[in-house]
Each structure stands twice: as structure tokens, then as C-alpha cells.
Nanobody, 120 residues
């Protein structure tokens, strides 16, 4: 079984920065995709950013130019540097990994979520 543990959330003012980190533990053969999603109250969970094993990145339009995702497949970690935070970035942020097992099957895993609150 794989567990994802997030850290780095908190309360900041608009314009400030935060860095989220996520570490995976357990039996991992390889990681296909790592990413971050978020869910604000009353909203569906939405993609923030993803990074593939080939280091190809994808960002939602709302965070392009402000957030940067980075991953370390050797350490099974993924981070999200969030700059110029806005009140609308307030949400619970979830770490996500699509992991390949030794048997060749792909599995999705989620972290427990970390709260990011941006005051205006």
C-alpha cells in the first residue's frame, strides 16, 4: 500500500507565498504522474498542476505563471511552489500520484489534504 503525506499548508495574506510538499511511502515500482488538486467549499475537486515522469508539466489556467510544480521520482516526492497567492486560491490541496506496481498495474493514490487559506 502507498501513503501520501502532505505538508506546508497554512494561512497567508494575499500576495504571499507557500510551498506544499508531498512524500510517498510504501511499495512503489515507478511513478507515472504526480500532481496537486484542490477543493474549495461547495466546489468540485479541480486540477491545479501535474508533472509526468518525463517532467512534462500541466497547469490550470488559474495558476499559470504563479505556481510551479516539481517532482523527484527517486525520492517519491512532489512539491508545489505557490507565489502571488490570491483569496480564490483558498482550498484544501490534495497530493495525487499515479503509481505503477511491480505487476505492471497502475493505481491512483491521494493524500489526506492540507488547508491553504489566503486572506485578502
Amino acid at each position: 500500500q502507498v501513503q501520501l503525506v502532505e505538508s506546508g499548508g497554512g494561512l497567508v495574506q494575499a500576495g504571499e507565498s507557500l510551498r506544499l510538499s508531498c512524500a510517498a511511502s510504501g511499495t512503489i515500482f515507478s511513478i507515472n504522474i504526480m500532481g496537486w488538486y484542490r477543493q474549495a467549499p461547495g466546489n468540485q475537486r479541480e486540477l491545479v498542476a501535474t508533472i509526468t515522469s518525463a517532467e512534462s508539466t500541466n497547469y490550470s489556467d488559474s495558476v499559470k505563471g504563479r505556481f510551479t510544480i516539481s517532482g523527484d521520482n527517486a525520492k517519491n516526492t512532489v512539491s508545489l511552489q505557490m507565489n502571488s497567492l490570491k483569496a480564490e486560491d483558498t482550498a484544501v490541496y490534495y497530493c495525487y500520484m499515479n503509481v505503477k506496481s511491480r505487476g505492471g498495474y497502475d493505481y491512483n493514490f491521494w493524500g489526506q489534504g492540507t488547508q491553504v487559506t489566503v486572506s485578502s
